[in-house]
């Protein structure tokens, strides 16, 4: 069996320039260093995610309608499951007012 280290592959600093940072517009730059298997959210070959292309078509939209439709708060420490984050990250979310029109009618 073969692990493909794909946390170290989206840090390896000969691939991607200052890997450490959070810099999502790099991706709409098309930086990949060249590199064809730098970035594999989806992992690759023929067991690679058949989801891909459905996520990254409403991911935008996901993203977008739980910042419009929620307000976040952040709620004190919280621990992962197989990769525990440096500092930990609770959120409560609570739907938006003008959500109430569209729970009400459900
Ligand atoms: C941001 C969203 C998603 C990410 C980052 C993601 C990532 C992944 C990854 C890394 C794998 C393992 C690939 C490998 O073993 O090399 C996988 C497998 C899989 N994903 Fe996704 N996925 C996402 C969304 C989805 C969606 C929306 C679906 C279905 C509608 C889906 C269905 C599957 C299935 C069925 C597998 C197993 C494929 C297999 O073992 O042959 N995924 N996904």
Not at 43 to 65: D, I, Q, T
Not at 87 to 98: F, G, H, I, K
């Amino acid at each position: 069996m073969l692990m493909v280290n794909a946390w170290a592959i989206h840090r390896d600093p000969t691939i991607w320039e200052d890997p450490g940072s959070f810099r999502p517009e790099r991706h709409g730059n098309g930086e990949v260093g060249g590199q064809a298997y730098g970035f594999l959210p989806f992992g690759m070959g023929r067991r690679s995610c058949p989801g891909s292309g459905l996520a990254n078509k409403v991911m935008c939209l996901v993203l977008g309608s739980l910042i419009q439709c929620f307000e976040w708060e952040r709620k004190g420490e919280g621990r992962g499951i197989t990769m525990l984050k440096a500092t930990p990250l609770v959120a409560m979310c609570r739907a938006r007012e003008c959500m109430n029109a569209v729970f009400l009618t459900m």
